[in-house]
């Protein structure tokens, strides 16, 4: 499990749009969170998402939306899914005069009106033609306003996972991710927390079905894929995040994100391409 970061660098259009896919091939799409609003649009395929504790299948044509706060993950289904991710800043929902924090919707929508704005949503992003980050401001407003307005759910009702246990497994990890390259373990972890290690692994356990070492091994990967896209060697990034020699290094990169560290220092970062196009 980790925390995802987005940078909103565009303050006339705050928001992260992409079209991604779940392949059969990849390692799950790990258990994370944000702050922000999520809106998935499945335009093909068939996928697994877990929020919280709640696991469902979503097919082609469906919307997903990942309250703010909530921990989820995503597992592709008999081939590749593909689908469109919208994340808008929290600075934007305010703008329209939605409290993230008091957005709880449904996360099954199915709803023909918000599919229809977000399909003309996908059509002005991927046109880029003049105004369109106006028309897409407008096309996001109306969605999250619908959202609102005919699919929110109530919040405690919402809330069935156990509070204190995400609670505690988000605070491990914020732990990991500060302190990955130096040589911590499970009591020391604990320690930090302020609870017994064997109470941490059973709550880590609970929250995300893997190992508090596998939460690890897998925080200490995503810093070493960005040290790599960041130009640095694969020597370089083994020591700068806290492993101890190549091969477990390699093996263990290659289990966490499905294929070799080489893979990641030869292609360039999606923000490289992107920028390239």
Known sequence: MYFERHV???????????????????????????????????????????INDKTEVFREGEIVVINPQSAHSFRAINGDCWYYCLIPDNSLLSSFGIDPAMFSVSNRVDDQHILSIYK??????????????????????????????????????????????????????HYMEEHYAEPIDGVKIADALGISRSYLCHVIRKVTNQTLTENLMYVRCRKAKELLWAGRSINQVLYLTGFNNTSHFCRTYKKMMGVPPSFHKKNKSPQERKNER
């Open 120 to 173: 003309q949503l996908i059509h002005e992003m991927n046109g880029s033609k003049t105004m369109y980050k106006s028309c897409a401001r407008a096309y996001i407003s109306l969605m999250v306003s619908l959202l609102v307005r005919d699919h929110t759910v109530d919040q405690r009702a919402a809330k069935r996972f156990d509070d204190n246990s995400m609670s505690i497994a988000k605070d491990a990890i």
């Open 8 to 50: 909103f660098s565009d303050p006339e259009l705050p928001i992260y749009f992409q079209f991604q896919c779940r392949t059969l091939i990849e390692p799950v799409f790990q258990l994370h969170w944000h702050e922000t609003l999520e809106l998935i649009c499945i335009t093909d395929g068939v996928v697994e998402i877990r």
